[in-house]
C-alpha cells in the first residue's frame, strides 16, 4: 500500500520505547481517502477518533466513528477502515505489541524520498490482505 500524500503520522510512542509492548500514533486521513485493503494480522489495534469520521470494517460489518468513539480490531480479526467525508479525519492508533510503526515510518520515507529514522529498523509484523477497500 502506498500512502497518499496528504496522510501524515505523528509517531507518539514506538515499540523501541516500551520494549515492544506497545506503539501509539496519531493520524490524519485526507477526505475521500480509501484505506488499506481489508486485512489482518497478529497485533491488536484500538482506534480512537480525534476528529472527522471514519468507517470501519469487521469481518461483515460496516460501522462508522466519529470525535470521541473507540473500535477496536483484534488480533487475527478481518478488518480496515477509510475516510469516506470530504473533510479529514484524525484519529489515534494503538498496536498492541508494537512493531507496526516501523512499517509506516518506512513507508512515509519512502513516499517523502527521506530515509526513515533509526528506529524503524528491524523485523516488520506481517500483514495479509484478504480483501478490497472499503468502497467510497
Same mark, same amino acid.
Given at each position: 500500500?502506498?500512502?497518499?500524500?496528504?496522510?501524515?503520522?505523528?509517531?507518539?510512542?514506538?515499540?523501541?520505547?516500551?520494549?515492544?509492548?506497545?506503539?501509539?500514533?496519531?493520524?490524519? *486521513?485526507?477526505?475521500? $481517502?480509501?484505506?488499506?485493503?481489508?486485512h489482518?494480522?497478529?497485533? @491488536?489495534?484500538?482506534?480512537?477518533?480525534?476528529?472527522?469520521?471514519?468507517?470501519?470494517?469487521?469481518?461483515? @460489518?460496516?460501522?462508522? *466513528?466519529?470525535?470521541?468513539?473507540? /473500535?477496536? *480490531?483484534?488480533?487475527?480479526?478481518?478488518?480496515?477502515?477509510?475516510?469516506? *467525508?470530504?473533510?479529514?479525519?484524525?484519529?489515534?492508533? /494503538?498496536?498492541?505489541?508494537?512493531?507496526?510503526?516501523?512499517?509506516?515510518?518506512?513507508? $512515509?520515507?519512502?513516499? @517523502?524520498?527521506?530515509?526513515?529514522? @533509526? $528506529?524503524?529498523?528491524?523485523?516488520l509484523?506481517?500483514?495479509e /490482505?484478504?480483501?478490497?477497500?472499503?468502497?467510497?
Open positions: 500500500m502506498s500512502p497518499a500524500p496528504e496522510f501524515g503520522t505523528r509517531f507518539l510512542l514506538g515499540s523501541h520505547q516500551s520494549g515492544g509492548e506497545v506503539a501509539v500514533m496519531e493520524n490524519t *486521513a485526507p477526505g475521500r $481517502w480509501q484505506g488499506p485493503p481489508l489482518r494480522h497478529d497485533f @491488536d489495534e484500538g482506534f480512537y477518533v480525534l476528529e472527522g469520521e471514519l468507517t470501519f470494517q469487521l469481518g461483515e @460489518d460496516l460501522s462508522t *466513528a466519529g470525535p470521541g468513539e473507540f /473500535v477496536f *480490531a483484534p488480533r487475527g480479526s478481518v478488518h480496515t477502515l477509510a475516510n469516506r *467525508a470530504e473533510e479529514p479525519a484524525r484519529y489515534v492508533l /494503538v498496536c498492541t505489541p508494537g512493531g507496526f510503526e516501523r512499517t509506516l515510518a518506512r513507508r $512515509w520515507a519512502e513516499r @517523502d524520498g527521506t530515509e526513515p529514522p @533509526d $528506529w524503524a529498523g528491524g523485523e509484523p506481517p500483514v /490482505v484478504v480483501g478490497p477497500s472499503i468502497e467510497l
